[in-house]
C-alpha cells in the first residue's frame, strides 16, 4: 500500500436516490436502507426506484458513489477511494405527482431516520450527501439533531465516539441573490459544507455560499465535467454503464468524502473533528487571502489532507550531518512498528522502530530518507523525504589551478605546520589557494581538515 490509502476499512454511506450495484464497484455495495415504501420501489435496502419519474432520471446516488468509490481496474472511471464499502440509502423513492410536477412524499422524519440509520445501525464513518431539503414546513430541527448525533456518537472505536463525518453539497442557485445562502442541510453546523468550482478554479456562478462553507472542489456546469459511473444498462441518466455529464455541487461533494475515506484509512482513529480540520487547514486557499463565503477554506487538496492523516509526513533538517541527523514522525496512527529506509551516502544509525531516528552519512549528495508504518490494516509507506547527505565532501576543487579530487589529496607545506579550516556548503562549487609566501615542497605532508556546514 502507498501512503495514499492505507488499507483500514472505511464505510460510507451515501444518502440520496439509491446505489445498486455496478461492474465498476466490485462488491462494495452493501446493505442499506429506503425510510419510505413505495409501492414502484418495494426494496427498503437503499437500492434505486426502477422507475424514473417523469421528465427526470434515478441514478444521481449512483453517480455521487462512482465518484467516491469506483475501482481502480481496466473499466470506465477511478473513483476518489476506490476500496471503500458504500452503504446506500434511498430518501428519494417515494414520489408521486400533481398536474405533472413530481413530489417526494419523504420528510424530514425519513431524513432523520436515514442519517440515523447511516451511523448507527450500518456504522457509517462517512455520510455523504449530495442534495438540499428545502421544505419551509419542514421540522429543520429534527434533521440538525440528528446530524449532531451522527457527528457526537458515530463511530465507537473502544470507549470513545469518534463522530461520524458528515459531509454536503452547499446546493445550486442560479439566482445571484439566493446562491449567497448555503443550503439546509449543509449550513447545520459541524458539516463539511463542499460548493463547486470549473476547471480553472472560478466558482460555478450556481455554486451556494455563505458563512458556513468549507471547500470547494472541481466539478461541471451543464453539461459536466465530471465523468462517473451511471446504472448499468438503460438505468440511469444514459444508456451506457458511465456518465460523463455530472455536475453541480452533487459532483464536489462526494469528491470531498472520498478524501475523507482516504484519511481514515490510513488513520481510522481520527476524530471527526480533526478530519474537518485537516481538510480546512491543507485546503489551498482561493479567492480573497484567508476564508472566505465563496471558497470557504479553498480547493480540497487529497495529497495534503491524507498526508497530515499521517502527521505530515517526515520532519528534519534537509541536510544529513556526518555525525547525525535526527528524523521524526509526529501525531501517528496506531503501528505496530516503523521500518525507517534511505538512499545513497545514508545509513541509518540509531531509532530503528522508533518515531525518532538518527540518520548518518558516508558520503556527499543528494537522497532521501524513508519510513514505513506497519499498521494492522497493512503498510503505509510515507513519502520519502529529499535531503542532501553532506559526508566527506568529494568532487573536485582548486588549488592553484589544479584540480584535485578532495577525498584523496595529500598536500604538502613547508615550514611550521598550518591549521586550515575550509568551510564547505554542501553543492557549491569552491577553490581556494595557500598564502603568498608559503612554500610548497614535496615529502612534508599535513592532514587538511574539513568543516562541514551543517544546518
Ligand atoms: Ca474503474
Ligand atoms: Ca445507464
Ligand atoms: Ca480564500
Not at 535526527?326 to 534511505?342: K, M, Q
Request: charged residues 15%; glycine residues 12%.
Amino acid at each position: 500500500m502507498g501512503y495514499y490509502y492505507g488499507g483500514c476499512p472505511v464505510t460510507v454511506a451515501v444518502i440520496d436516490d439509491g446505489v445498486e450495484d455496478h461492474e465498476d464497484l466490485g462488491n462494495r455495495v452493501l446493505q442499506g436502507f429506503t425510510p419510505q415504501f413505495s409501492l414502484a420501489n418495494p426494496d427498503t435496502q437503499g437500492a434505486p426506484n426502477q422507475n424514473d419519474p417523469p421528465g427526470s432520471h434515478v441514478g444521481h446516488g449512483q453517480c455521487c458513489a462512482g465518484i467516491i468509490g469506483a475501482t481502480h481496474n481496466s473499466l470506465g472511471v477511478r473513483g476518489v477511494a476506490p476500496e471503500v464499502d458504500i452503504v446506500p440509502i434511498n430518501i428519494f423513492n417515494d414520489w408521486f405527482t400533481v398536474l405533472g410536477e413530481v413530489y417526494y412524499s419523504e420528510d424530514a422524519q425519513d431524513i432523520v431516520n436515514a442519517i440515523d440509520f447511516a451511523w448507527d445501525d450500518a456504522e457509517a464513518d462517512i455520510i455523504s450527501n449530495s442534495w438540499n431539503y428545502i421544505d419551509p414546513s419542514a421540522n429543520n430541527d429534527a434533521v440538525s439533531l440528528a446530524i449532531g448525533r451522527a457527528r457526537t456518537q458515530g463511530r465507537i472505536q473502544g470507549t470513545n465516539h469518534l463522530g461520524c463525518v458528515v459531509v454536503f453539497s452547499s446546493g445550486n442557485d442560479l439566482s445571484p441573490y439566493n446562491h449567497l445562502t448555503v443550503r439546509f442541510p449543509a449550513n447545520v453546523d459541524g458539516v463539511i459544507t463542499v460548493g463547486a468550482i470549473d476547471k480553472n478554479g472560478n466558482i460555478w456562478d450556481y455554486s451556494c455560499r455563505g458563512n458556513s462553507m468549507d471547500l470547494v472542489a472541481p466539478t461541471g456546469g451543464s453539461p459536466g465535467d465530471v465523468r462517473t459511473i451511471d446504472r448499468e444498462g438503460s438505468d440511469g441518466y444514459v444508456s451506457g454503464n458511465y456518465y460523463d455529464n455530472f455536475n453541480g455541487t452533487s459532483a464536489a461533494c462526494p469528491q470531498v468524502s472520498g478524501i475523507a475515506a482516504l484519511m481514515l484509512s490510513v488513520n481510522p482513529s481520527l476524530t471527526e473533528s480533526e478530519v474537518r480540520s485537516i481538510l480546512q487547514q491543507t485546503a489551498t486557499d482561493m479567492g480573497t487571502s484567508g476564508f472566505d463565503n465563496t471558497y470557504g477554506y479553498g480547493r480540497v487538496n487529497a495529497y495534503a489532507a491524507v498526508l497530515e492523516a499521517v502527521g505530515g509526513g517526515i520532519f528534519g533538517s534537509s541536510t544529513v550531518c556526518p555525525n547525525g541527523t535526527t528524523f521524526t514522525i509526529e501525531n501517528l496512527p496506531s503501528y505496530d512498528s516503523i521500518i525507517w529506509s534511505c538512499g545513497s551516502y545514508l545509513y541509518i544509525s540509531s531509532g530503528q522502530n522508533d518515531s525518532i531516528c538518527t540518520v548518518s552519512c558516508t558520503g556527499e549528495g543528494s537522497t532521501w530518507v524513508g519510513a514505513r508504518l506497519v499498521t494492522e490494516c497493512g503498510d503505509i509507506d510515507l513519502p520519502h523525504k529529499t535531503v542532501h547527505a553532506s559526508g566527506w565532501p568529494y568532487g573536485s576543487w582548486t588549488q592553484n589551478g589544479t584540480s584535485h579530487t578532495l577525498n584523496t589529496v595529500n598536500f604538502v607545506l613547508s615550514g611550521s605546520q598550518v591549521n586550515t579550516t575550509v568551510f564547505y556548503t554542501p553543492a557549491s562549487s569552491f577553490s581556494w589557494s595557500l598564502q603568498s609566501g608559503s612554500g610548497i615542497h614535496h615529502g612534508a605532508s599535513i592532514a587538511l581538515r574539513w568543516q562541514l556546514i551543517c544546518i
